[in-house]
């Protein structure tokens, strides 16, 4: 069975320093800074987030399942990504499994392997095993918020 995502010291101080790079304009790897409404407070929320691209598309991948920058962004529907000194205003449209599987295939086999143990398909897993993932770890489509689908 996955390993269920807690918030520990360590990865609360990681993702504090990856945020301050980014607002300072480093931008390690594929990282971007997502803000979204609180679905509660309707405060603006931050958190570091690894962008795919595939066939000329970006992504979104809740890689640790639905923690709360999934949900937040789900009520929202939009917020802004900013990458080095660019912020951009951004809708999502969370795909469904068929369409999410071939993304998190990808995602498990090239990214890091730190993301694993959250999954229970593994980089050989059919499709198949992806689609009952997707429940799981959802995707977003990433769109310029005047984009319509």
């Known amino acids: 069975m996955a390993q269920g995502y807690r918030a520990t010291l360590g990865n609360r101080l990681g993702n504090k320093i990856v945020s301050i790079l980014l ?8 990282m971007a800074l997502l803000t979204v409404p609180g679905r509660k407070t309707g405060l603006p929320r931050s958190t570091p987030v690894a962008v795919g691209e595939r066939d000329g598309r970006r ?40 369409e999410a599987a071939p993304i998190l295939k990808e ?21 198949s095993d992806f689609e009952r993932e997707a429940a799981r ?13």
């Open 23 to 30: 607002r300072l304009g480093v931008t390690p790897g594929r």
């Open 107 to 127: 995602a498990l086999t090239s990214g890091p392997s730190f993301i694993r143990p959250y999954f229970d398909a593994t980089p050989e897993s059919p499709l």
């Open 137 to 149: 770890h959802p995707v977003f489509l990433i769109q310029a918020a005047s984009t319509q689908i």
């Open 59 to 98: 992504w979104l991948i809740a890689a640790f399942g639905e923690v709360n920058w999934v949900r937040n962004l789900r009520a929202a529907g939009a917020g802004t990504i900013r990458r080095g000194r660019r912020t951009e205003a951004i809708t999502v449209v969370e795909l469904p499994p068929k």
